[in-house]
């Protein structure tokens, strides 16, 4: 195959963060994405109707008007249900997000218990709003390798189990505990995946020394659970949608002596994508990953009009410097096979 048409697809997880930083990254998010869902961890964080417009305002100034950023709401153990209604009834928001405190990156006003969340989460299991979840434990006893599928037992059964019909989005799912329990879970629980989880193993963070551009969270885990992962974009099945988790930090952020979790993956998102699935002979299941299961989930319509990958190959270089601002995005240095036409 030497050109892929696809319906214009979406991006179900990114982190556009602020000021300079967003007027750099935003616009390879929207030459490549109708729609993207922007993670709420700003500092301070996304947790007022009023901020979450400014945002969207300045999202629009940044990535033009024709992008449609989809907002969502930082939850904490202060979160009031009626606040977080009407955000959603007043196409504020789409959804809310979930962070247990100090999982990641801008976590520190996340939740310290679920249980904090019950009047809420009920609320949003009522009005069908869709609950996004960063899904580690931060407890730490608990291996950094095991944080994902310890999550599951301890907090994700049990949501499930006391809002049956709550729509859940768990994110960038890096284990094939989490592959299998949302397969085997309700049509109302989901997954998005990322490239890099698509691409990496654990191996890549040690490749010939310490990588800190192959860092992000959760972690990337052992290769069988890699596999499992890319059997899950691969399979069609429209629990599991197009979500690269870009969270760009600049490079000295990365090279540092504690660089920052998160993968720029945003400029050649598609490519790397694309890549995966012809290796796995499924890129006749790649338009339903990128442009359909998402939109289906969130009950929002199909994009309009198309975008076209050709198959050429294509030189990630090792860093792009926009203004003041040195980024280095997921591949750098290395070949992909296709190329975005537009
Ligand atoms: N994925 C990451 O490693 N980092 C994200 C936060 C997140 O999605 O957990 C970020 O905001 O930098
Ligand atoms: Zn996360
Ligand atoms: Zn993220």
């Known amino acids: 195959m030497q050109s892929l048409t696809i319906r214009r697809p979406d991006d179900w997880h990114v982190h556009l963060r602020d000021g300079e930083m967003l007027r750099v990254v935003a616009p390879f998010t929207a030459r490549q994405f109708a729609r993207a869902v922007v993670m709420p961890n700003l500092v301070p964080p996304i947790t007022t109707i009023p901020a979450a417009a400014d945002y969207r305002e300045r999202i629009w100034e940044a990535a033009g008007r024709e992008f449609r950023p989809l907002m969502t709401y930082y939850l904490t153990d202060e979160s009031n249900p009626d606040v977080v209604e009407s955000g ?5 928001w789409i959804a809310a997000k979930l962070y247990p405190a100090n999982a990641t990156t801008n976590s520190a006003f996340g939740v310290t218990d679920v249980h904090n969340l019950h009047p809420t989460l009920e609320r949003m299991q009522r009005i069908g709003m869709v609950l996004c979840v960063h899904g ?37 799912i890096t284990t094939a505990e989490a592959a299998d329990f949302v397969r085997d ?24 020394g310490l990588r800190p551009h192959a860092y992000c969270l959760p972690v990337a885990k052992r290769e069988k659970h890699r596999l499992a992962v890319r059997a899950a974009a ?5 629990k599991f949608f197009l979500g690269t988790d870009t969270a760009p930090h600049a490079r000295h952020a990365k090279e540092s002596a504690c660089g920052c979790a998160g993968i720029f993956n945003a400029p050649y998102a598609l490519e790397s994508y694309a890549t995966v699935f012809e290796e796995e002979g499924a890129l ?13 989930f969130y009950a929002l319509p199909l994009n309009e009009g198309t975008v076209t990958l050709e198959r050429d190959e294509e030189y990630v270089p090792e860093r792009l410097g926009i203004g003041d601002i040195e980024l280095v995005p997921f591949h750098a240095g290395q070949r992909l096979n296709w190329t975005f036409a537009g």
């Open 185 to 208: 879970a309700g049509p109302n629980i989901a997954a998005t995946i990322t490239p890099q989880h698509l691409h990496l193993n654990r191996n890549a963070l040690f490749a010939g």
């Open 284 to 296: 006749d299941k790649f338009e339903g990953f990128a442009s359909e299961h998402g939109a289906n």
């Open 136 to 172: 580690e434990v931060t407890d730490p006893d608990v291996d950094v390798f095991d944080r994902e599928a310890v999550f599951i037992d301890r907090v994700l059964i049990g949501l499930t189990r006391d809002f049956p019909d709550l729509k859940i989005v768990l994110e960038h």
């Open 234 to 238: 691969v399979s069609g099945l429209p």
């Open 88 to 92: 959603f009834n007043d196409d504020v």
